[in-house]
Structures are given as C-alpha cells and as structure tokens.
C-alpha cells in the first residue's frame, strides 16, 4: 500500500472523519438516552455537531502565567492519537490480515494518550481546580491501567498472539469463563477511562466546575469534547472485537452482531452513568486496586489454565 | 458574523452568576431544565466555568460589594456572549433598593442585553425570554454588548472608576 493511501485512510474511512462523525453520534446516543431516563425529550440529533461548530467561532483564552505553548497542544496530544488508535483498530478490523505484530501494544498505549493530555492541559493552565482534577485525574489512572492490562492479557492467552488481527479472528473470548470475567472488568475499566460517572471525579462539576477543563475556551475546548467523543465510541469497539474476535469480524452479519453487542456496551455504560452516584478518589482506587484487580488476576489465571 | 450568531445561538451553555440573589430566581432557573420545560430541547446546558459560557445569566440585587465580582467574572467570559439579567432585581432593586449596600440597577454599568422581569419569573417567561433572545440574535435585531464598544457614560459608570465598590 502506498503512503498517499494511507494518508487518505488516516484522514478520511477508518481514521479521523469517521471517527470524529462517529463519536458526534455515540455523544447523541448519550444524551438522548440520559433524556429518555430522565422523561425528557432530550437534545435534537446534530446537537453535538451543533456544540462543536460553536466552539470553534468563539475565542481562545490563555491564562495569563500559565505554561501557554503546552496549554495549546495538550488538547491535539488526546486528538491525534485517538485518531490513530481508531485507525489502527478499524483496519485490524476490516481485514484481518493487514496488521503488524504487537499492534495491540501500540493500541494500548495510543488509548492512553488522551487521559494524559488532559493531565497536561490541566497543569499547564495554573488554575488551582484545574490542578486538582488533574491531579484526580493522575491516580484515576494509576487506579484503572492495572485491571485493564490484565483483562486484556486473557484474550492474548487465549489466542497466543498480540496481533490485533489474530486476537479479532479467534474464537469469542467472553463464551469462556475467564473471558466473561475480563468483560466485566473491561466494562468497569471503560467507565473510569471515559471519566464518566461514577468515575468522573477529575471534572465534577459540582465541586471543581468543570475541574480539568475549567480554563479551555473555543477551539482547544472543541479538540477536548471531540477526543472524548471519539473515546466513547472507540473504546466500546475496542472491547467488542477482543472479547467477541471472530464473532463480529468478515462479513454483513457478523459486523451487524458486532454493531449490537457495540450497541449493548453503550447502552450499559450510559445506564450506569445515570444511576450511580460519583465516588470519591479512594473509593475508586480502594474499588481498582481491590475487587476489579483481584476479578482480572482470577481470570488471567483461569485463562492460563485453560478455562 | 452572521453565520458564527446563527451557530452560537444553535448550542447556549449557560453560566448562572448568582449576585445576592434571594434564591426564588435560582430556582425558577433550575426548573427550566427539569424534565418538564427540558431546555436542553434548544442545546441549553448549565455549565460550571465561565470560560465555556454563551450566557451569563444575572440573578439578584448585586449590591457594593458583588458588583465588583460581576465585573470581573464578565471581564473573563469568552466573545461572543449574551448577557441576560433575570428577576426584577436586576431591573430596579425591587424592596431592597432603599438597602444599604445597594448603589443602583446592574443594567446602568454592565451592558445586559435582555431583562427577564418578574418576582420570580415562571419558567415559561424565563423559556419565552430566550426564544426572543434567539430570535433577536438570528434576524439581527440583537447586537451583543461584547461585540459593541462600551459608551462614555458606561466607562464612567464602572464600579472601580466610580467607587462603587469602595467599602465605607
């Protein structure tokens, strides 16, 4: 494949368009269920795009002594490599053969990025809530990567590869015993890494207005909202295709089961959004570092096993 | 620009500066987004920064001492914003314009661009007020204050050059 048409599938089909269109859309889905939940009528369907169309009129703000240069880049840190994870995922995904080996480490780590961008962009602004979700922010972190690496191993054990393309042609994962463990503990995992409730901690918006995002205006503002959106619909997909591999990729019907069990995630994610409470920083950590961490161990184990 | 109004008025993130309000404003305020009126059918969302808003909503007396405080939250708000005043307080000051601390109506040194009269006002006053903000805003009829360059009389007014905020 030549380098023009893989700039052109990073910039159009599997990488930033669709994934930014995408995105808009699942942050609709979003809306319009918390609305349904709520018995209200909720927001019209290019709400979202309406949002980010208004950001980019408006200014941008700097804050006077903060650190400007890297308070205008933390924003396209997430952006860019949320774009890129989407690609690298989409294209395992579409054809199986067409990935290197080790891809779901790069992948890993690109899902990464975005939480730290935000981490930065936080620090950089010196506003003292904006430092303090940041900081909430960092040990979310620490809290979360330790069950979602050990839930991800169980499907690599399983399929003896870390290949994405292996991984998403083996036989489902989640209709084992140690594979609908790690579900669960992906489902968990997703949660805190979308930040949202009950883990949305870094921005409450009753305590820290808006927290790490609370000095952003305009454009920057826009590239947070987008990276957000785009990790509410990658990270479901990301999930779909480890747990349910072959299932859900080569062919019409299969895409439509993944389409459903995509759906299904989604949909569990923005219920329990609606009917949990937030939970203070060390009830997360105690909640990761306890139950979920020992869940992903059992599995990985049961997975070693055979299970 | 009339493109960038047509955008900002599709998607309002609404900031709510309380200025010694006596909370029957507030209230009217939060109800307007329950599941009865649900002003997020218009894309209206509360948002707790001001450098996210589109409008700042005043509600109270803002007296000697929170003048100030709204001059400054207004000096960091993002262009273009709409500044909407609800309840009579803002208006006249109402029982409370004989107080102590009260200097005069928040609409002679801060440039408001729509009042919301009322003691409180019912959430669908508040609602028919916004659709008329929009309206305004989209045939042009409306100019934002911030995009206006502030006149002699209202530079003179400002509660530092004035002394309004002075504590005596």
Request: charged share 15%; proline share 3%; with cysteine.
């Given at each position: 494949m030549n380098r023009n048409m893989i700039i052109l599938e990073f910039l159009l089909f599997p990488g930033l368009l669709?994934?930014?269109?995408?995105?808009?859309?699942?942050?609709?889905?979003?809306?319009?269920?918390?609305?349904?939940?709520?018995?209200?009528v909720g927001p019209p369907f290019l709400q979202p795009f309406y949002d980010i169309r208004k950001l980019f009129i408006k200014e941008t703000c700097v804050p006077e002594d903060g650190a400007i240069g890297l308070f205008l880049i933390a924003p396209l840190i997430g952006f860019a490599a949320i774009a890129v994870a989407s690609m690298v995922l989409w294209r395992s995904l579409l054809d199986v053969d067409s990935t290197f080996v080790g891809d779901l480490i790069v992948l890993i780590y690109l899902l990464v990025m975005p939480a730290l961008g935000v981490i930065l962009g936080s620090f950089a602004s010196r506003n003292p809530l904006a430092s303090m979700g940041g900081s909430r922010e960092v040990k979310l972190m620490i809290a979360y990567e330790l069950p979602l690496v050990l839930a991800v191993l169980v499907p690599v054990i399983q399929a003896n590869s870390i290949r994405l393309g292996d991984l998403f042609s083996a036989p489902a994962p989640a209709a084992t015993l140690s594979g609908a463990l790690a579900l669960l503990v992906g489902m968990v995992c997703m949660q805190a890494k979308l930040t949202i409730v009950p883990f949305d901690m870094p921005e409450a918006e009753t305590e820290l207005c808006g927290g790490v995002f609370i000095e952003y205006s305009g454009p920057p503002l826009a590239m947070f909202k987008l990276t957000r959106a785009m990790m509410l619909f990658t990270m479901p997909v990301f999930l779909v295709g480890l747990f349910f591999g072959g299932l859900v990729t080569g062919?019409?019907?299969?895409?439509?089961?993944?389409?459903?069990?995509?759906?299904?995630?989604?949909?569990?994610?923005?219920?329990i959004r609606n009917t949990t409470p937030r939970v203070r920083t060390d009830q997360a950590v105690r909640f990761f570092w306890g139950p979920v961490s020992i869940v992903a161990a059992l599995a990985v184990v049961l997975a070693w096993l055979g299970w | 620009m009339n493109w960038a109004i047509n955008a900002l008025t599709r998607s309002l993130n609404v900031f709510h500066l309380g200025g010694s309000a006596c909370n029957n404003?507030?209230?009217?305020?939060?109800?307007?987004?329950?599941?009865?009126?649900?002003?997020?059918?218009?894309?209206?969302?509360?948002?707790?920064?001001?450098?996210?808003?589109?409008?700042?909503?005043?509600?109270g007396i803002f007296n000697k001492k929170s003048a100030i405080r709204a001059q400054e939250i207004?000096?960091?708000?993002?262009?273009?914003?709409?500044?909407?005043?609800?309840?009579?307080?803002?208006?006249?000051?109402?029982?409370?314009?004989?107080?102590?601390?009260?200097?005069?109506?928040?609409?002679?040194?801060?440039h408001i661009d729509a009042f919301i009269p009322g003691c409180p006002p019912k959430p669908e006053a508040i609602i028919s007020g916004i659709v008329t903000v929009i309206e305004g805003l989209r045939s042009g009829a409306l100019v934002p204050g911030c995009l206006q360059a502030p006149t002699p009389a209202e530079i003179e007014l400002i509660p530092e050059v004035s002394g309004v905020g002075s504590i005596d």
């Open positions: 669709f994934t930014i269109v995408a995105g808009l859309l699942t942050s609709w889905v979003d809306r319009k269920v918390t609305a349904l939940v709520q018995m209200r062919g019409w019907v299969a895409a439509l089961i993944g389409f459903l069990l995509w759906f299904v995630l989604v949909a569990i994610t923005i219920v | 404003c507030d209230i009217e305020i939060l109800d307007a987004l329950t599941p009865r009126y649900d002003l997020e059918r218009f894309g209206i969302t509360l948002v707790g920064s001001i450098r996210h808003a589109d409008v700042l909503l005043m509600s207004l000096e960091q708000a993002v262009k273009p914003y709409v500044v909407v005043a609800i309840g009579g307080c803002p208006c006249t000051g109402l029982m409370f314009r004989d107080s102590y601390n009260w200097d005069r109506p928040v609409g002679e040194y801060i």
